[in-house]
Every structure is written in C-alpha cells, then in structure tokens.
C-alpha cells in the first residue's frame, strides 16, 4: 500500500479516475433505492451521477492527454490514508436521512481531503491538481444545494415527509407497538396467576422474568422471519426483530419488578401486586396513546381495545392462580 504523499501525477489522476467512477454509480445505486418511495430525490442522485461522470471524462481526457491510453490498476483502496466509503448502499429501503448525511459526507470528506493534500505536496503539478479536485467537489456541495432546491419543491416535500413517516411506521413503530403490547398483556396472566397461587414475590418475579424474556424471543424471531422488506420496505428483518424483541421484554419486565420487594417486608405481596397494577394501567395507556398517535386509530377506541383486552387477560390470571 501507497502513501498518497508518495503518488506520482499519474496516478493521483488514475485514482482521481477511479475515484470518480465509483462515486458515481454509488449516487446510482442511492437513486435506484429511491426511485419507487422518493422519485424526485431519486432525480438529485441521477444528476449527481450524470456530474460525477462528467468529472471523470475530463480528468480521463486530461490523463490521455499526458500519460496516454493505460491507466494504472491503482484505486483508492491501494493508497494509505485515502477515503473509504461505507458500504451502505448494500442495505436496501435505506431511511431516507441516512442516504442524505452518506452523500453530505463524502462530498465534504472528499474535498477536506483534497484540500489537505494539496496543501502537503511539494510538486506544484500534484499541487494544482489536488486543489483543482477539491474545487469540483465543493462545486458538487454548492450542486446538491442547487439540486434540492430545484426539485424538492414545499409540495414535494411535504409528500416525502408524509412517505418518510409511513417508512417509520412500518420499520419502528410497528414492530415495537406490537412487542409492546405482547409483553405488556400476554405476560399479565402467568405473572398475576403465579402471584395469586404462591402469595411469594420471588418465585413470580422469576415466573414473570421467565415469561417476558421468552416472549421477547419468540417475537423477535417471529417478527424478523416473517417478512425481509424487500417487497414491502419494511427495512432490515433483524432489526425489527431487536426491536419487536426488546420491546416484548420491556413490556413484561415493567411490571415484574415489582415482584423484586423482598417477602420479608409487612404485607409484601400487597405491596408489589398494587405497584404492579398501577404500572399495567400506564402499559395499557400508553399503549393506547401510540396507536392513536401512529396507528391513526381514535384514542377512545384504542383506550377500549387494549385496556379492555389487557383488564380480561389479568383477569383470567388472577382467578387461575387462586383457584
């Protein structure tokens, strides 16, 4: 591997080259990513596209110029301490900000660069060429701003607010709403039912430990196999699993650790089980006020659902276990 101090002019332009062509069809790839959810995004990406390959056939021209037809095999990749891009473009459906903070950066790191390693060089070719270069990507910056402001018109953005709000429905809200409401009302009936049948608070915070740690599994990996997003832009698979699973936990685990009041207080199991009662209520009401939030379904409703729902499953736990 290369110091870039130590590249000759020829091939800081064949990296220039290469440099170039892969940004490129990075922008490419971001635009056919956004076509079918952001298309007049998906449009700024194609010209950055069109720019970068435009930047490429004058440098190519400029190399043929002095150096002739053979480009050296040399990428950026071969030169110690040149940039690296992250491969995020592999990650289909990827959020919309995302795509825009990656394409910021590499403009901005691309042309610190530039600029850095023209101050660095002692030959004034590799000199001029290194400033040069950072001039055209801070043109590709001034670019994107002239882009956006083109093309995303106030109606056009507010449509991929609306979009990018659905996006966040489907790849966070839903996946955790769901685990949310598992573990917060499926845990209630072996937790209350272990509680109503031992009157010990140990032994059912470990029932209801047990129980939301498993449920938090299962729907993990029964969330994260059932669809891979994509067809329906449900983003990563795993990564509405975590949430599913975390979420599943968190809703059983809230009103387990009252169970962790120690049996030798006076009336301890009172105690927990009211504490435990009062944390359900707030479960089910916040569960109520994200789905009228996010879900578009009236609160009243939603509160009648998931409380009623929530009130018969702690129901039928207290009257298993004290039979």
Known sequence: MKNFADLTEREVL????????????????????????????AKIFEEMAEEERGHRHRLLELYEQRFGPHLPPIRREDVKGFLRRRP??????????????????????????????????????????????????????????????DILKPDVRAEEDRTRRR???????QPGLAGLMDGSVSTLAPLFAAAFATHQN??????????????GISMGFAEALSDDGSLTGRGSPWLRGLTCGLMTTLGGIGHTL??????????????????????????????????????????????????????????????????
């Open 167 to 173: 996006m966040f429905v489907l790849q966070y809200v």
């Open 202 to 215: 140990w032994q059912t915070f470990l029932v209801g430990l047990a129980a939301s740690i498993g449920a």
């Open 258 to 323: 009252p169970y962790l009041v120690p049996d030798s207080w006076p009336n301890a199991f009172w105690i927990a089980t009211a504490i435990a009662s009062i944390i359900v209520f707030f479960e089910l009401w916040a569960i109520a006020f994200i789905r009228a939030r996010y879900m578009d379904t009236p609160f009243l409703q939603a509160v009648f659902q998931i409380v009623l729902g929530g009130v018969i499953v702690l129901g039928v736990g207290i009257l298993i276990g004290g039979a």
């Open 88 to 149: 995020i473009w592999l990650t289909k459906n990827l959020p919309l900000d995302t795509i825009r903070r990656e394409v910021e950066t590499m403009e901005f790191e691309a042309e610190r660069f530039y600029a850095k390693a023209a101050e660095q060089a002692e030959d004034v070719g590799v000199r001029r060429l290194l400033g040069d270069l950072a001039e055209a990507e801070r043109y590709h910056e001034n670019l994107a701003v002239k882009l956006t402001g």
């Open 14 to 41: 064949a990296v220039a080259i290469s440099s170039e062509e892969e940004d490129s069809r990075i922008y490419m790839t971001f635009a056919e990513d956004l076509a079918g959810r952001y298309p007049d995004t």
